[in-house]
């Protein structure tokens, strides 16, 4: 069975983020997949990369540099303990998928500080390897979120631009910097907005979706898929 | 004088971000300039948009909605006190510079929370008065930060794209969708990767800029100006 982990960032169980991440681990566990959830408000995932995150002496405590300290951190197995634990859950995934609100045309800082703190040098990357030769290749990534503003906002002369154009640092600058395949993203446009009845053709059409996931191409993840 | 808030995010005071943030704190304070630092990291500032940031009842405890919650908090002044202060910060100032090491396409969590907490519905824009009309208009921004990679690896073509790409959610997301007007942006290239001489020529053009800051015309914040 394939493996999955769900990194959800939504404070509110009852929303249709909720209702988004309930509905793949129950798609997905049918078919016979194992599925993790690190549901980071839940577990008050700390966002801010700082010393804490080392474990005991640093390699220069002269003059603090994150990423070099949480490299050779990971080298010597002395990243914090909620790090490690993340890590180990990426690194059994075949596939990840983000669920959450689109805050600021990207995602709320608590999973932007799960990027900024799991995805170390050593772990996720480490130079020359990356992008196509990151060290998580062979695994695949989804965003899965829901905005605020309607599909008309978010289209090519819209007031909020194409969508694609926010999604480049998630999903070219993240995922695929550290090897990671992209599915297509999945977006439920204002349902803060629509009746009782879309929202709920909402999740029976990511259910429908997760049905032939594992049969998806993944995007060809290239500026021409962001700005053409 | 014109009234500056510095919103800084680096661990080390000893890192080249710190000394661009002191550097601009010395020439617009030499210039008659009121500067205001907002210290994330040394603040312990909270990323995470919660509960906790609503002072008393909710509007509806039965369904948490962060951007409701905090939309009637702001009007009703139950805001928590950290946001309060943040946000007279915003109100007083002529000008926000945002001074960060790119992490992942993007800002720090820390700074990111910052984002999510601080401009809140009704205090930095309130429908329809968003992007020319947002609440916060008559103020400019700017963003200055470092990168990892170096400007060539940035460019048009280069393996991490025109690094105008990523420019757009924060930009044009954040900053123009509250109305504020936008600098063009100050970036250090791959400061770890040169000399300590190259270093210093990198504070002294940043001192240079701040000279004649106040002359530059903010740029054409549209589609155009990033995927052209």
Chains 1, 2 share one sequence.
């Not at 966002?47 to 390699?59: E, K, S």
């Not at 690194?91 to 045309?105: G, K, N, R, S, V």
């Not at 709320?108 to 050593?122: E, F, N, S, T």
């Not at 060809?220 to 700005?227: D, G, K, L, Q, R």
Request: charged share 25%; proline share 4%; aromatic share 14%.
């Amino acid at each position: 069975g394939r493996k999955v982990l769900i990194v959800y960032a939504h404070q509110e169980p009852k929303s249709l983020n909720g209702s988004l991440k309930r509905v793949a681990v129950e798609e997905l566990s049918k078919q016979g997949c194992s599925v993790t959830v690190s549901d980071l408000y839940a577990m008050q995932f700390e966002p801010r990369a700082t010393r804490n995150d080392i474990v005991g002496f640093l390699h220069n405590s002269e003059e603090f540099n994150y990423g070099v300290e949480t490299w050779e951190a990971y080298k010597r197995g002395a990243l914090s303990n909620d790090l490690i634990e993340e890590q180990k859950k990426v690194q059994e995934a075949d596939l990840l998928i983000f669920q959450f609100p689109l805050y600021w045309f990207s995602m709320p800082a608590i999973m932007k500080g799960w990027m900024d703190r799991v995805l170390v040098q050593g772990f996720a990357f480490e130079f020359p390897n990356c992008y196509d030769s990151g060290l998580l290749k062979n695994k695949l990534a989804l965003f899965s979120f829901t905005t605020g503003g309607g599909k008309e906002m978010y289209a090519k002369g819209g007031t909020s631009g194409d969508i694609r154009y926010l999604l480049w640092p998630m999903q070219h600058g993240i995922m695929h910097f550290c090897g990671v395949k992209v599915l297509a993203p999945h977006i439920c446009f204002a349902p803060e907005y629509v009746s009782e009845e879309e929202r709920k053709e909402m999740l029976i059409a990511w259910a429908q979706r997760l049905k032939t996931l594992w049969k998806e191409e993944p995007i060809n993840c290239s500026p021409e898929w962001y700005f053409k």
